[in-house]
Nanobody
Framework: QVQLVQSGGGLVQAGGSLRLSCAAS????????MGWFRQAPSKEREFVAAINWSADSTYHADSVKGRFTISRDNAKNTLYLQMNSLKAEDTAVYFC????????????????WGQGTQVTVSS
């Protein structure tokens, strides 16, 4: 069974950058579509970005398009989220997730989840 272990995140000023990583253990990510989601206090989990297994197709939410970039390195079994031009409204707990099949933005379709990492953007 694939386990996803996240790293990165923390506190940053508005306009700054952070990179999140999500590494797999107990299996390979090669067969999986991968996604990033986030959840702010008192809000539902929100789609951020997704990438297919071969990294030739990505999908970013409108709220992060042009600022965030999802990528993966299958040789390193790792998923990334580069976050630039961060805003206060990006503050949330960020989760990586994995699913079999086509990429989409529906969290219930994702089978495996990372432990979550806090991103706080101060204005």
């Amino acid at each position: 069974q694939v386990q996803l272990v996240q790293s990165g995140g923390g506190l940053v000023q508005a306009g700054g950058s952070l990179r999140l990583s999500c590494a797999a253990s107990g299996g390979t990510l090669t067969s999986y579509t991968m996604g990033w989601f986030r959840q702010a206090p008192s809000k539902e989990r929100e789609f951020v970005a997704a990438i297919n297994w071969s990294a030739d197709s990505t999908y970013h939410a409108d709220s992060v398009k042009g600022r965030f970039t999802i990528s993966r390195d299958n040789a390193k079994n790792t998923l990334y989220l580069q976050m630039n031009s961060l805003k206060a409204e990006d503050t949330a707990v960020y989760f990586c997730a994995a699913k079999i099949g086509y990429l989409n933005d529906y969290p219930n379709d994702y089978e495996y989840w990372g432990q979550g990492t806090q991103v706080t953007v101060s204005s």
